[in-house]
């Protein structure tokens, strides 16, 4: 067609069972086309101008655009009875991020770095610091650590591979190239200052060079060009090198790298942060990368406005296990708007038996006036005459806030919120504040309880400051002033310290009892159906070796899982056939369900509810039964179906139990 011989060449690059087995090669146009053409001597043969159209090379097809030669092109091929037919084929084309449009390829001069000697210095860097603990790598200025780990093995896939870095750009923004062009001699003066005329012909007919340096080029030189580089100011050497970098994988290769390559020749050989900290990235609740065309983009400002920053923080802390991504689903988001106002109630409540808010459960008799260093000064003073229940819940407080201490040390930020909503969501909301209740109907641990209360309140909302920063401030505002530091913030009280307390594990021990007798209770009077009005009487039978602890625990007992009675067992009790047996860790409970629930009633119920279990299930089994399904399924909806056929299992069976119960009664 423009009349020039093609050369033929063989390579196994081409796959040849598919189409022709015959491949047009367009080294100047194309990305693969382009090795192939260095691989056997190709010419470049540019056929397009700037603006889109062809030139001289497209010999008839000049001035032409892309879309128009094509067409002419068939035409053509057409009269000389060349044209065997025509085909619609699939294949994946560059398109223009801000326009949408066809990218095309063209060769072209462009300005490069020199890549290798820069990173081999890099991954020499890498693998000491691999080698290495956390704390070791902080005192050392050449190396650094990447958490997750499991990013080296891509971090030295790059960095072994790399090529010379293309480092001009044809932007309208960015730093210049520093190169002006000579139009007298044709030479290029490349300078750090401006030049007044060509260092190699003298002539003053010299011109900048119109393109940017790469947005990447000129963002890896922040680590030093921000502290007065090449001058040792006192920013410099305070400085640098920095301690974390934290940023997302994606550019771990485009940013980091390039930061540690430029910072390690720059900077006498220092690394420009020792931890490379790369978190995850959000995706929608099935993996998706979140995109506006595939309608599945999450507007963090909406789901701010309906569930509230601090909730919305919560969830994407909570779900950024390391190397992981997070699946953004709204449904936890909601749960974690639970958790803040679970955190704010219980706040009030211990205010309100404080006597900061005004409320019948304290009397003015009874406030508290003492400040949070008075409260850590009496506890420290008292803390082996402590309750049990006030020494356990101390010592919950400070094994948590270690293990968050640890967690945020390592990055495991994931585990750190999981931690921290662990101790206030269940140690200290659904069971602390419901001993207290009863704590504080004695007059001989009244005050030792507000103590504790006190000391709680303040270090809870500073271990959970940067979790949930807005609401833990706004409730250390309504603290009143007498009972705070200097500082009216929160933000600036010092972080939980973890030396009050020693582990109690005698109280722990003996807590986690009454807790294991409470949860058999609860989940006895939910499986049969037993009003929450009713007050059962309950008997009991403990080992001789917890019979104190237990005894000591009755009152507790009794007020949390609302019985009428809590008494021993006598010998004639098991002989009776409406009683029903509890089995706990340290203890046999025995409950008579008669008069306690409608039986047939609640049978009944039961039995409806087991029907719809047993068609879930039989459901899920055909499902997971199927080779086709699991085949062709994801493993992750696969070992999600067979958790939810495990839970229906468990359901079914405590349903049978409780039935059973039930027909003795009956019979």
């Known amino acids: ?64 655009s892309i879309t128009e030669a094509r067409e002419r092109v068939i035409e053509d091929l057409i009269k000389c009875n060349a044209l065997v037919k025509t085909e619609a084929i699939v294949q994946q084309i560059g398109i223009c991020q801000r326009c949408e449009s066809i990218v095309e390829p063209v060769v072209s001069d462009q300005w490069f770095m020199k890549m290798k000697p820069l990173a081999e210095k890099a991954i020499e860097a890498a693998r000491k610091g691999e080698s290495l603990s956390l704390t070791e790598v902080d005192q050392c200025n050449d190396t650094f650590k990447i958490i997750p780990e499991t990013w080296y093995s891509t971090y030295y896939h790059w960095m072994e591979n790399i090529r010379d870095w293309c480092i001009s750009r044809q932007l309208w923004w960015g730093h210049r190239v520093p190169a002006w062009y000579c139009k007298a001699c044709k030479s290029v003066t490349v300078s750090a200052e401006e030049p007044k005329n060509c260092k190699h012909c003298h002539s003053h007919e010299i011109y900048q060079d119109e393109d940017v340096l790469d947005t990447w080029f000129s963002a890896g030189l922040w680590p030093f060009a921000t502290l007065g580089w090449p001058e040792k100011t006192a920013a410099y050497q305070k400085f640098y090198p920095g301690s974390i970098l934290e940023t997302g994988f994606d550019i771990l290769f485009f940013w980091v790298a390039r930061m540690l390559m430029l910072g390690l020749h720059f900077n006498d050989g220092k690394i420009p942060f020792r931890r490379v900290y790369l978190h995850a990235m959000v995706r929608d609740e099935k993996g998706k990368k979140m995109s506006k065309t595939k309608g599945n983009v999450i507007d963090p400002l909406a789901v701010i406005e309906k569930y509230g920053a601090d909730a919305f923080r919560f969830t994407l802390l909570s779900m950024s296990g390391q190397g992981r991504d997070i699946k953004l689903n709204t449904d936890r988001v909601e749960g974690y708007k639970a958790f803040c106002n679970k955190l704010w109630n219980a ?149 939980p310290c973890t030396s009050i307390m020693e582990k109690q594990t005698e109280a722990e021990d003996t807590v986690e009892l009454w807790k294991d007798v409470i949860e058999h209770l609860r989940t006895f009077r939910g499986e049969n159906g037993i009003s929450p009005k009713a007050r059962p009487e309950v008997y009991f039978d403990v080992n001789i070796a917890r019979q104190n602890i237990f005894h000591a625990g009755l009152p507790f007992i009794v007020s949390i899982a609302q019985l009428g009675h809590l008494l021993p067992k006598s010998d004639d009790l098991t002989d009776q056939t409406d009683i029903s047996e509890i089995c706990c860790n340290s203890a046999r409970l025995y409950v008579s369900l008669r008069g306690l629930v409608d039986v047939e009633g609640e049978v009944s119920r039961l039995e409806k509810e087991k029907h719809k279990i047993q068609n879930d299930i039989n459901f899920l089994q055909t499902k997971l039964n199927r080779q086709e399904f699991l085949a062709r399924a994801p493993k992750d909806l696969v070992k999600l179906e067979q958790e939810r056929l495990g839970t229906f299992n468990n359901n079914l069976e405590s349903i049978n139990k409780a039935i059973e119960r039930l027909l003795k009664i009956k019979s």
Request: charged share 25%; hydrophobic share 40%.
């Open 347 to 495: 706040s009030r409540y211990v205010m309100m038996r404080l006597g900061f808010v005004e409320s019948d459960l304290t009397t003015a008799q009874e406030a508290y006036k003492h400040s949070l260093k008075d409260a850590e000064k009496w506890i420290k003073e008292n803390r082996s005459n402590l309750h049990a229940i006030n020494k356990w819940i101390l010592s919950r407080f400070e094994t948590t806030a270690d293990s968050i201490n640890k967690a945020f040390e390592e990055f495991r930020m994931g585990e750190a919120s999981l931690l921290l909503y662990d101790f206030i969501w269940k140690d200290f909301c659904d069971w602390y504040i419901e001993f207290s209740k009863e704590l504080l109907k004695d007059a001989n641990i009244f005050h030792e309880t507000q103590h504790c209360l006190v000391y709680l309140l303040h270090k809870t909302l500073r271990l959970a400051h940067p979790f949930i920063p807005f609401i833990t401030e706004e409730i250390y505002k309504h603290i009143p002033e007498t009972n705070k530091s200097e500082s009216t913030f929160l933000i600036l009280q010092p972080w």
């Open 1 to 64: 067609l423009v009349v020039r011989p093609i050369p033929i060449i063989a390579d196994s690059y081409v796959d040849k069972e598919f189409g022709t087995g015959v491949l047009k090669v367009t080294p100047a146009h194309d990305f693969n086309d382009y090795e192939l053409g260095k691989k056997h001597n190709l010419p470049l043969i540019n056929i397009l101008e700037p603006n889109g159209k062809l030139n001289a090379n497209a010999g008839l097809y000049d001035g032409l």
